[in-house]
């Protein structure tokens, strides 16, 4: 005998889109995160000299230069001891700000990208009031989001517009001046980092950059492959 249709199932899902990239950019707004996606990858996310400047997830490719200048990929990773991957995807994840993890600030959508990335590259502005404190408040979100496994993830740390110590820049950031001199913040920094992993650049003026992305670009690796 031939069986009767039955009714379907009906389900309300909802859905929650994350961005996959390899390295998440993070910091408080103005960090400068944007200007250095912008100098080491073709994205062209808006750039301005106030806070929350962006505020969707900006991706970007960075190609390692020796790919670029045309040199093949084969011997340009051995030159990195066998890093595999073409490239990293960055992602750029609008400021944060006190209260993030609790949805201030739009915290919540923002953070939500950080999960999906190998490793946090955390921006430290070299010019803000308090860098340092900026640094503890926004790993402290990092704890309190979700369950913490976003203040387990490997992390790097890079002070930016250190131009701002040699008293470089254009007309609206002169007389920009800074808490801390170079050798202060690094000794605030070191102290308040559990690992070691600081560095120093310009997004701006690109000093530090390339050394920096390929650093990061071993580092991703090393992390990809003891996850794999």
Known sequence: PRVPPEGGQRRRLKLTLKVVADVALVGVPNAGKSTLLSSVTRAKPKIANYPFTTVIPNLGVWVPPKIIAGESFESHTRSLNGAGSYGLVLCDVPGLVAGAAKG??????????????????????????????????????????????????????????????????????????????????????????????????????????????????AFVEKVKSSNS
């Open 104 to 217: 201030v600030g739009l915290g919540h959508a923002f953070l939500r990208h950080v999960e999906r990335c190998h490793v946090i590259l955390h921006l430290v502005d070299a010019t803000s009031k308090d860098p340092v404190e900026d640094f503890k408040m926004l790993n402290q979100e990092l704890v309190r989001y979700g369950t913490g496994q976003l203040a387990k993830m490997p992390q790097v740390v890079v002070v930016n517009k250190i131009d701002a110590f040699e008293g470089k820049g254009e007309d609206w950031e002169k007389g920009l001046k800074t808490k801390f001199n170079r050798e202060q913040l690094q000794k605030a920094l070191t102290e308040a980092m559990p690992h070691s992993r600081l560095m120093w650049m310009s997004a701006k003026e690109k000093e530090g950059v390339d050394d920096l992305m390929l650093r990061m670009h």
